[in-house]
């Protein structure tokens, strides 16, 4: 079965500080993963996924698949940064998604 | 466009009543599925619809919770006999594509649901 972990509950920083949010996961397979975004008073949604490779509002998260681990990463954190972080898995050949717990990130100006 | 919506948006319940959550889904998706996520934790899978199949239900924690997406688009979440423990946000989302790597899927508000 597959799980993701992340192990901070609470994350602080300052603007302008460089921020990590990790996320490891256990799956035997080649998964794709995700990071999700909560905003205060917003729905879920997909920040960025591993297989696109892409940087999203000034985040990237890159797949280690040697480390089981896919840490999201920003060199300078915004204000409006703030909010809840979510790690997600996804069998290749499924489409449900298995979340971790979640990181709060506040960003203090 | 719309997205997805689901209502109601809060329900306060007894222990034992039955409640029924419903959820729809941005027009056209094929695929829907159901989340429960209770205070503090991520969202945990509940049931996946494939049109109006349901090809997945391992997540529904009991025979008590029950789905169903008769016509292919608008979906239920029906619980009975409600219990404290199944105080939760209810999750629904949609998706255009079934499956692939770039299935993207689309997060409804949630329904609140506290039993008292």
């Known amino acids: 079965a597959q799980r993701v972990t992340q192990p901070e509950k609470l994350l602080s920083v300052f603007k302008g500080a460089p921020v990590e949010l990790k996320c490891n996961y256990s799956?035997?397979?080649?998964?794709?993963l995700f990071w999700y975004v909560q905003y205060s008073r917003q729905r879920l949604q997909l920040l960025l996924r591993?297989?696109s490779r892409e940087s999203i509002k000034g985040f990237t998260a890159d797949l280690n698949k040697g480390e089981t681990s896919f840490h999201l990463k920003k060199p300078f954190a915004q204000e409006e940064d703030s909010a809840m972080y979510y790690c997600?898995?996804?069998?290749?050949?499924?489409?449900?998604?298995?979340f971790g717990e979640g990181t709060q990130l506040t960003v203090n100006p | 466009g719309a997205g997805v919506s689901q209502s109601p948006r809060y329900k306060v319940a007894k222990r034992g009543q039955d409640v029924a959550l419903r959820c729809d889904p941005i027009?056209?998706?094929?695929?829907l599925f159901w989340y429960q996520q209770a205070l503090g934790q991520g969202p945990e899978f509940l049931t996946y619809?494939?049109?109006?199949?349901?090809?997945?239900k391992s997540g529904l924690p009991s025979d008590r919770f029950f789905a169903e997406r008769p016509e292919g688009s608008v979906s239920t979440l029906k619980i009975q006999r409600t219990q404290q423990e199944d105080s939760a946000v209810y999750l629904c989302?949609?998706?255009?594509?079934?499956?692939?790597?770039?299935?993207?899927?689309?997060f409804g508000p949630g329904t609140r649901l506290l039993v008292l």
């Open positions: 027009s056209g998706h094929v695929s």
């Open positions: 619809f494939q049109n109006e199949a349901q090809l997945d």
């Open positions: 997600a898995l996804k069998r290749p050949s499924g489409s449900r998604l298995t």
């Open positions: 989302a949609s998706s255009f594509l079934a499956g692939g790597t770039q299935e993207t899927q689309y």
């Open positions: 591993h297989i």
């Open positions: 799956y035997s397979g080649s998964p794709e």
